[in-house]
């Protein structure tokens, strides 16, 4: 989500909402939604039996004994994470595949609602989300979008970064050229995303200086969003870059969709993980790190077409 802002990104932001985050029963803008399960069990074949593995020893004990970690996504964001053949497949579940050789465990991916993967994550559903959730100082601290404190909020383990980007009907009909071009447009975004916070944030800059507000179509998943800009309903949807240019690639051809002007507002996206699991936050951190260092990262990206996002040291908590 660039997130997403997935997914800002998006990362669905996305830059993968913005501010807001659902913790502890109290969801990010809206409700939690049913909890789809397209189980896909992508990572390693190694168990908590092969404990050779270099980074295994740095994982909490529950997860060497589980030898699985649990991992919530919203599997609508080609080519972050989307679902093929039954499978969740991406980069997010190739880049999970190689953490788990290091870590000695298989990362199983099960795919919900976006606005909901937090929520679920601190409730104890999964172990971590990872789903181009974009990192934010909001979501590290539980606050929504206007600031109030809902909980204790995630940390992040960082691993790309992304920004927002627009995309139009292929052609161009409408002549948008950036997201300040959509003052007195629709435009059509996933609901709960970063990129859904850029939408409000140049509406407001679009009437504060005296121009018509941006009317902001959200949706449950980008897959409506999508649809609503291909038939003209929007003149443009709002999403994480590395997505935007893939639809813009592939829908019908490739006859669909076009990403416009440059990505903006790039920031890192994040493994959530909740905050008393720091154990399990220092294993991830150094897992990413392992498969940078090794190459294994650059060809994960490269495969995908991501090599834009890529980054050179995981952080924790590097959003701002």
């Known amino acids: ?183 007195g447009q629709t435009a059509a975004v996933q609901r709960g995303t970063t990129y859904e916070q850029a939408l409000k944030d140049q509406s407001k800059k679009c009437t504060d200086g005296g121009d018509k507000k941006i009317t902001i179509e959200p949706f449950e998943n980008d897959t409506e969003a999508q649809t609503r800009v291909k038939s003209g309903g929007a003149v443009a949807g709002v999403n994480d870059y590395p997505v935007a240019v893939d639809l813009a690639r592939k829908a019908d051809g490739g006859n669909a969709f076009e990403v416009v002007g440059e990505q903006v507002d790039a920031g890192p996206f994040g493994i959530a993980v909740n905050k008393d699991n720091k154990e399990l936050t220092e294993a991830l951190e150094a897992a990413v790190n392992a498969i940078i260092e090794d190459g294994t990262y650059k060809k994960i990206l490269e495969k995908w077409g991501a090599e834009s996002g890529a980054i050179d040291k995981a952080a924790i908590n590097g959003g701002k």
């Open 1 to 183: 989500m660039t997130a997403s802002s997935r997914r800002t990104t998006a990362a669905r932001s996305r830059t993968a909402a913005v501010g807001a985050i659902a913790v502890a029963g109290a969801l990010l803008l809206t409700g939690c939604g049913d909890q789809t399960e397209g189980g896909n069990d992508s990572g390693s074949k190694e168990t908590a039996s092969s404990s050779s593995a270099p980074l295994f020893d740095k994982l909490p004990a529950n997860i060497q004994k589980a030898g699985v970690i649990k991992v919530g996504t919203n599997a609508e964001y080609a080519p972050m994470e989307y679902q093929d053949g039954g499978k969740i497949v991406g980069v997010d579940p190739d880049i999970a595949a190689a953490l788990g050789k290091q870590l000695g465990v298989e990362f199983k991916f099960t795919s919900g609602s976006f606005d909901g993967l937090i929520t679920s994550l601190n409730s104890g559903r999964y172990d971590v989300a990872m789903s181009s959730i974009t990192d934010t100082k909001a979501r590290q601290e539980g606050l929504d979008d206007k600031g109030k404190k809902l909980g204790a909020g995630v940390d992040f383990v960082d691993y790309f970064t992304a920004g927002t980007a627009v995309y139009v009907q292929k052609g161009n009909p409408k002549k948008i050229n950036s997201i300040a071009d959509l003052c």
